[in-house]
């Protein structure tokens, strides 16, 4: 014999009655009976007394139903406007679900009746006749009373203040509870107000679950997060704006590149950080400051007063009661190194002097080299390849240069060198044929 408790008998006793056409959202596990038909009594008999034992069948339909809420993704996407977001993607919550139909349960319980009288007065409850113990086929209880009288301003009592001491074959105690029907009854008394009517305590004593022909459909849902773009930063509804110029000029009265425009909000709206968290911004009453700049490449301050003047504005604070600002600062061009300066020709002299230095060592290295192959290559040769050499160099030393022949003997040298220079002496200029 199995035990149960008030929850589950309740539910169970209740299905005759209760439908449920909707199956609502919910975050948990829900069973919830959606459909019945009325109860069969399979058998019923006289227990003892007025007490009778019912066993009857239920065929039931329950909606099983769990639902998992979506995730939000934040992306960052600077097209949108700074400070701002919104939504790209709707989130849709998970759902697994199903439906079972034709369920059949067997019951067997005790239906112990009560005489319910109904008034209309503020009375408590009053219990009439006195208490029985009743014992039969190993299950004994107590009845405390067989009448009852609450008021139309109250609720039944709970059952075991009418009967208690519920046991059963393994000395198990069992739950009494109010039937269904008769809580209807009841309720259907007290708006007339008031009357008579017998109703009914049960005690479950074993139930029994068929699902061998029950039919289950499931309605299942996948997760769609919900996607939000965003552009971090401040994005103030109807700002009130306080701006500086900075402008640059240098010696000659020129400006320099273009002015710096810098720009500093104040009011209320929405701010968002680098993870696309949104909160509230309110900076009304604030003390803000703007953002930093630098002086142009290549120019410094004309003068120390051009110097404080940068400084200060650089750490300058603003409200939304500040005026607009123009801030010029005075700038001359950096000098540049004069070339003519004896110091840097000497130190440009040195240079040139070690780079050449470095790369005559390098041609020297490879004129030696090439030598040193030559020389290899004189050595290598035969001593007959030599003299021929030799011979050959001798034998074109000795062709005259007008018919590169070679010459009768040395005496015509001589004869010509003679005869050259007399010539001369007497003014004649002689021509060579080369």
Partial sequence: MKRYGKKTISAILGLSTLVIDAMPAANADVAIPNSSSSRQILNEQEWVGNIKEVKSVSTIGKSFLNTFPYKTEYRKDLRLKSGTSKVVQEGVNAVVSSKVENEKVYEQYLKIPVNINIVDSNTFPIYKKSSYTYSHNGISLRQKATELTISTKTLLPNADNVVDEIKGQEQSKLEPMWDVDTKKEALKVKKTGGGQFVGYIDILLDTRTDDSEAKRTNYNKEMQPQIIAYNPGVNIQNPKEVTRTITFIDDAGNRIGYPIIQKVNFGKGMEIDSTGKSRPFDNTNNEEQFSEFVLPSGYSFADEFNRKKFNIARSKKVNRNSKNEELIINVVKNKIKNTDDSSYEYKKAEKNYK?????????????????????????????????????????????????????????????????????????IKIVKND
């Fill in 355 to 427: 780079d050449n230095r470095s790369k005559d060592f390098m041609i020297s290295r490879k004129v030696s080299n090439n030598l040193v192959r030559s020389q290899n290559r004189i050595r290598a040769t035969s001593a007959d390849n030599e003299k021929a050499y030799k011979n050959e160099m001798k034998a074109k030393n000795h062709l005259l240069p007008q018919t590169n022949e070679k010459s009768a003997c040395k005496e015509i040298i001589i004869a010509e060198q003679t005869i050259g220079a007399i010539l001369m002496f007497s003014g």
